[in-house]
């Protein structure tokens, strides 16, 4: 006999009030003013009668760090009665969020962490955590995978690799009423600039609301996917909130159009976990001299292209992010740095033969791809920004390419690598074990 699938799901509003930094641009300066679209915390605690199963908290945040994600793991876990190995903190990598969250999450790129703010969110996510078990009922789960063009791409070139799919859990109660959908996609949340001094969950939060209206009132929690060279630079028609809403308008669209016309899995309990480590040395930094002599050379370039085009050409956002990227490799060699090896947290969670895999990077579309290609599960969703934040993961070619998260990782160029050869490892080893 297959478990019943019990769910508990929750929506939070964590915005924050004004007058507190903006994460995510070097090139910002000022406070936020005001909310243009309120910042949430989704919650989805997929379980059976006799299996915790996993909880999910996805927030509208730049990041989370390894402390704001023990923090949120311990607080909702106590609050639910579960292991707070359990919870995957998610974030969705908007860029106008604050910056108090999580603090510096770079050697090179300023930031502060403020206390208070972390505590009123913390305290707002475990109030939404407190009221999961009294909302917990049985469920049916389907499947649905998509694709779209429409929201994002590779950032570099219009042919570049990207993962234009969608994959979406949707979860009906035994009436057939929605309550919740678990959806993800990769591209950043970037379509406002840092001219932007309102909060915004950017197109995440306009494709949940735009869900809303298409297909009732469930609990939309979005995963942020492979995005470390994905954006909407090359099909962004400009960078304010019409355009958030027409691009988070396409992929509700696109969502709503595949839960209407496809033939969806069903998918049954119980819900699968399993964790890992993986060790990742730091990489070496050139030295100060060498690392100046890039910043000189990438502002020269800069300045030619701004020189040539738009302030939001795509050649000159490219140009002005690979200076933004050599000035933090000179802020890196001229501070302290890591050193050693990084932890890096990997988690696979799975429902019959979906496979959601979880890393802390922003890792380029090539790896996910190739994660997902190897992967023995016959649908596998790769998710970064997950359980901490540790930056840029380039593959092979960015490395080669000298683009500007080439500049920033912590890492090396067989990193890459490493982590997909680990992940894979992970999955065939979960698909191995007990159910």
Known sequence: MTAALLLAAQDVRITPGPGHPLGGYLARHGVATGTHDDLEASLIWLSTEDDPGVLWVALDALAVDAGLTRTLADAVAAAVGIDPERVLVCASHTHSGP??????????????????????????????????????????????????????????????????????????????????????????????????????????????????????????????????????????????????RT?????????????????????TGPVRLSRSALHLPYREVPTLEHSLELRQSAEREWQRELACHGEDHPAVRIAQTRYEG????????????????????????????????????????????RIRRGSPFRHTRVIGYTDGYLGYLPDADGHRGGVYESYVTLFGPDAGDKLVEHCLKLLRAHQAGPI
Do not use: K
């Open 247 to 267: 691009l988070g308008g396409h992929l509700a669209t696109s969502i709503a159009r595949t839960l209407a016309a496809t033939s969806a899995t069903a998918e």
């Open 99 to 244: 910056e108090g969250w999580t603090g510096p999450l770079h050697p090179g790129l300023p930031g502060r962490r403020d206390a208070g703010l972390v505590g009123r969110m913390a305290e707002t996510v475990t109030g939404a955590a407190l009221r999961l078990r009294a909302c917990r009922g049985r469920v049916r789960a389907r499947w649905h995978a998509g694709s779209t063009e429409a929201v994002g791409g590779n950032r570099y070139r219009p042919d570049g690799p990207h993962d234009t799919s969608f994959g979406v859990l949707e979860l009906r109660r035994d009436d057939g009423s929605p309550a919740a959908l678990l959806f993800d996609y990769a591209s950043h949340p970037t379509v406002l600039g840092p001219d932007n001094l309102r909060w915004s969950a950017d197109w995440p939060g306009a494709t949940r609301r735009e869900l809303a209206t298409l297909i009732g009132q469930p609990v939309a929690a979005f995963l942020q996917g492979a995005a470390g060279d994905a954006s909407s630079r090359f099909v962004r028609r400009g960078r304010d909130h019409d355009e958030v």
């Open 326 to 369: 050599c000035a933090m490799l000179a802020a890196m060699a001229a501070t302290d740095r890591p050193t050693g090896c990084a932890e890096v947290p990997v988690s696979v969670v799975t429902l019959g033969e979906i496979a959601w895999l979880h890393t802390p990077f922003e890792l380029f579309a090539s790896l996910g791809l």
